[in-house]
């Protein structure tokens, strides 16, 4: 059953540039962010009575709005010099 015309439900994708948001060179041999491979995938879906919004964000951002911890500390720590004893 579809909704009445002029209602639709949204619904927000929060994208962080993950691996399906990539897609691979065969040429250069890369894995980049030329091309979206969810744009792609997105365009292909028939939603009735559905909105997708993207809102793009840093995986930083969304664990925080989760209430999870971060990566950030942990990196910063793998690159700061070694403590010499």
């Known amino acids: 059953m579809l909704p009445p015309v002029g209602h639709k439900k949204r619904i927000a994708l929060i994208s962080t540039g993950g691996t399906i948001e990539k897609t691979y060179d065969e040429l250069e041999g ?28 840093s995986i930083e951002r969304v664990l925080r ?21």
Do not use: F
């Not at 980049?32 to 909105?51: F, I, W």
């Not at 500390?73 to 793998?78: F, G, I, K």
């Open 30 to 57: 890369v894995l980049d962010n030329r091309a979206s491979v969810l744009d792609v995938v997105l365009a292909s879906l028939q939603l009735h009575g559905v909105e997708i919004v993207r809102v793009p964000a």
């Open 65 to 85: 709005a989760l209430g999870l911890p971060t990566v950030a500390p942990a990196l910063a720590a793998a690159r700061s010099p070694p403590v010499q004893a």
